[in-house]
Structures are given as C-alpha cells and as structure tokens.
C-alpha cells in the first residue's frame, strides 16, 4: 500500500492506495461518529462489509446512476444526515462510484458548512480520477457539475479488493483515464506500453492505481481549483469524448475518452503538434481498451451541440489539450469550423 | 473611507468601509461580467441605483425575509445564473441585507464550483457582521444556517448611504451586534460608552461600522472555519438570545443578541466570572439600544426547547461567551438546570 499526500492550500488530504487501504480505514476511522453515503448497488454487494466496518453508524444509499447525480437526491443525503442529528464533529464516508463521491463530497461540504469527507472509491474510475482533488458536484438543468465545490477529503482508500466485483465495461472505463494519464506522464506511458498485455490484470492495476494518482496529486496541489490553467490538462480527450458520449451516448466515459484521444492524436497530428510515430503509439495504447471505433453518424452536429458546453470559455473557439511527445502536452485552440472538419475527416479512420 | 483586508487562508477578502465605499465598487468591477443578486424590498428601493451602477448586468431579485432563506430560492438563484449562461469567469454581487448575502455567497461558492462574490450590505446588520467572514447559508426543515459553505467574498462595499433608508428597528439591529463586538474589545467599548448619545448618528455608525469590521476581520483570519474555538466569542449573547428569538419572535435579531447580553452579563456576575460594575456598565449600553426589557413567559420552557440547537455539541451542557472585563470574555460551561434556574431568577430585572 502506498499512502500519496495531497498537500492542497485549502486542507491537506492522504490517499492510501493499494492492498489493505480498507484495513487502514478502520484504523483511521476508529472511535469517529460516522454517516456512509453509498449507493444500491454498492450496497447490495458490499452490505455485510458496510455492516461490520461501520456497526454503528447509519448508512444511507442512494439510488445507483448518473442520472440521480441531481440536487433532489444531494437534498435526500442531507436530510438523513439531519435526521441523524449529525454534528459537525461527525465525518461523512462516501463509498461507491464517482458519483456517489461526488454527491457525498458535496453533502460534507454544505452539511454545517463543512464536516470532514472520506472517499471510498469503488470503481477504477473513481479511484484513479474521481476520488482525488475535491471536485464534488451535482448535475442540473441538464449540465454537467454545474452545482458544486472543490472540497479536498480528509482521506481517500483506494483498495483493489473493490475492482473485483466490476465488469469488463467498468474496468476499461478506469483504463481510459489511465491511459489519458499515460499521455501526460511519461514514466506512466512506459509502464503502459511495457504491460500492454496485461492491463486488466489487478496486480498491474494497483501498480497503476497509485502511479495515477501520484500524478494528479501534483496537478492539484498546484492549481487546486482549476484557476492557472495547469488543471486543464486532466481534461485532455475530454472535448472530443465528452461530446460524443452527450450525443451518442451507451459506451462509458472512460471509453469516450480514449475515442476522444483518438480524435485528439490524430488533429495533433494534422496541425503538426505531435509526430506521426508517437500519436501512432498511442492510438495503439488506445486500441488494448477499444477494440474497435465505429464510424459516428452526423459527427459534425455532435461536436456542434457540445460546443454549447459551459466549459467552452470564448465563443467560435475550441480549446483542446493535445499530445506532444511522450510526457508532454500542449494546448491548442482551433475554431469551431477547423475543429469541426477535422474530426469530420478522421472519423471512420481506424486505430 | 477605510480599506480592512481579511487574510484568510482560503481567499483574500478586501472590505472597502464609509463613504465612497460604492464609488470604489463600481471602479473595480468595471469591465467584469457580472449577475446581481437582491431581494424585492432592496429592488424597490433602489431600483434606479442597481440599473445605473450595473447597466449591462442580470439582476434577480429574491422574495424579501428570512422565511425565503430557503433551498428552493438558492436553487431559483441557480436557475437564473444558468439561464443567464454565466461563465466561470463571472463574479456574482450580493447587494441586501444579510439574508441575501448568505443565499448569494452560497450560490456563487456552488455555480461551477465558485465564481467570485462581491457583498454590498445595505442594513447595518449586514455592515457591522454578516457580511465579513465568509459564512454563508440557508436554512433547512427548520433548522437555521444548517446548509452552507464557509466562502469569502473577493470585496465588500459597506457604504453609509444605504442606512439612510433603513428604519429605527434595522438601527437597533445592527446596534445589537456593535455593542457585542463593544463587549468582546475594550476600545471598541470605549467609543460607545463616549457617544452613548448618538450612538444611531450616521457619522457615529461609519466609525464605528469600521472598527467592527476591523475586529471581526482578526479573529475571521485566525479561525476561518470555526474549528480552533476562537470564532466562537463572536456568539457572545447568542444561545440565551437565540433561544428567545426563536420562542418569542417580533423583535430583530440584533435586539435579541443584546437582551441576550443582558442575561449573559448577570450571569457572569452572578457566578463570579465579571465584577459587578463592569457588568453593570455593559447593561447602561444595552440600555441605550433596547429601552425597555419585558418579562418572558415560560421563559425556562423558551430555552429548554432552543438547547436542541445543533450548535450545542455536548448535551446537557450549555455553553456561553462571558464577558469578563473591558475587553475580555470567558468560555463558561453550565448544565441545563443551572443554566434555566439562572435565566429564569434573572427574568424580569431591569436594565
């Protein structure tokens, strides 16, 4: 197990990753007032676990999706916490998926303007992305983590012992943010090529784990609240993926991603920011966890609608984390119409 | 005017205090993309100077009072900045009294995960206390302030001319916390004690205002979040005060603070916390705000029920700032029954 500092301005947090996270937890846990956020199907599968980790604390589980990530049910939490006559000495354990991390951040985060939030992630994706760096939010009106904070936890477990209950779909979705983190970090990208084969393997998952989240401790710590830019660079093949995942919908987001990245490689390519050969190794990096690409109907009007996305800071301009070489980005702004040709062009393409 | 900053940890806050405080707001948000919040009291009043200070701006006016300091008007504030399609890179003012700057420091800390906040508070209260120190909140199924963020403002503009409009009970209230921060700082307590005739002058308000500030701003640095105990004294009067307010409504809340004061100090005399003429001192001012202090009925039932205050951590225990000296407060414990034996023996006393 490794334990990662976080040392953010605004309340240092520790993320211990590895075998035996969940052991630590009882440790640091011991003797706290307690409320578990969870969700059904965490719950279902890990209720004797909740039970005998938590005897005496109530455990609260929201309903399982994205599409409950909304303030009615972030009301719901504070409620049983009210209900629970909690104080704001008691500590909130948010254990499930990205989202129930990020509603139950959020809940810690107003609950008595502030108790201490614990994050267990349960899935790949939250563990090597969500659960570390403090965005909480909830959707609404249809946007994104539009409702939210940068809230840091006090402490995050990552254990593997959760990864084996998730199906294939969920692992490739954490493999998308890791291979997305592959393409910022260049001793990440090595350690990704050298086992290629074995990427679903959890001992090379937890390997991989800690490596991911080592390096997004560091981008946090430096722009906490995404202000200097630095940040940003977490979001690369997000643009791309994000839209098609809006627009079309069915794959997972991690996945989205890495098609996203596939879109964003070959762009980096055509504007001449990024070698043929090393936009090639990664697509083939990409191509371990998509197996195939599909040609996307009416591309065009996908990327149109996104571009409505709120993140889009100045109008007729697409903003685009693109990569370089091994450990090293750039940031490309390209108009709307380029942008819109170019992935019109590569679409079909293959890996 | 005066400049007072606000080193906090999280974020620099300036506050701009006195006359020309709103010549300086309009110079330093020139230019900037900006959504104001009010209530309709506050549009209707000064309709002519929102439109004119912030001509290109959304304004939203929430339902005036306490009662709409509510989830559902934080969420209708959302609702507009999304319908306004505000950027991250928008800063939100809050020009009213106290209940719109905690709704729309709240609503600012939460759209996108925090734009920036300006306060202007238009009441004395606001002035003198709510608006310094980046408590924001709504409140929830009863409970008050359970809901919110710890958020500073990048500005606060207390500017005098807002009072001129204010009636003599909104004076009052905002008196209530000035003769509290009087009881808590000896040279604060000085200049009351010298212009106890005019203590509701403007001139006399915009020193003052200043001043209160100033010591707010000091223990807001060292204790942002209420955690090392140190924010606490600023409760001075508060849980006797608040407990009345609740069971017996109709007067303001700064009202309640100083008759607070007035059991708190008899208290502190009584078990041997504060000399008898320093209390007595204390009670000449409060004297001069509030003229005269009725007979509570059931006074011990009005704060058996308040001791259910999330506030109070430890049961059967109540928790009190006592004034000790010019300058000087002490932290007493009381058991209940101590406690409401004390307060009902006082009942009835004069000032």
Known sequence: MQTIKVKTKSRPSTVYCGEGAVKKLEELLDGKDIFVVTDTNVYRLYEDFIRSTFPHSPVFAVPAGERHKTPHTLFSILDQMLQARLRRNCWLVALGGGVVGDMGGLAASLYMRGIPAVQVPTTLLAQVDSSVGGKTAVDYRGVKNVIGAFYQPEYVF???????????????????????TGALEGTIFDQL?????????FAFLEEITAACVRFKAGIVEKDECERSGLRKCLNMGHTTGHALELFYGRRSHG??????????????????????????RLRTLIGRVVKKLPRFENIGEAARTALYDKKNEKKNEVSLILPRSQGAYAEAKLSIEEYIGLIEDINGGNL
Chains 1, 2 share one sequence.
């Open 193 to 201: 090529e050298k086992n290629a084969d074995r990427l679903a393997d």
């Open 158 to 180: 990552c254990d593997p012992m959760f990864l084996k209950t998730l199906p294939a779909r969920e692992i490739r979705c954490g493999l998308g943010e890791i291979v997305k």
């Open 255 to 280: 996945e989205y991603v890495l098609i996203g990245m596939f879109f964003e490689s070959c762009i980096a390519e055509r504007i001449g920011i990024c070698a043929a050969d090393y936009a090639r």
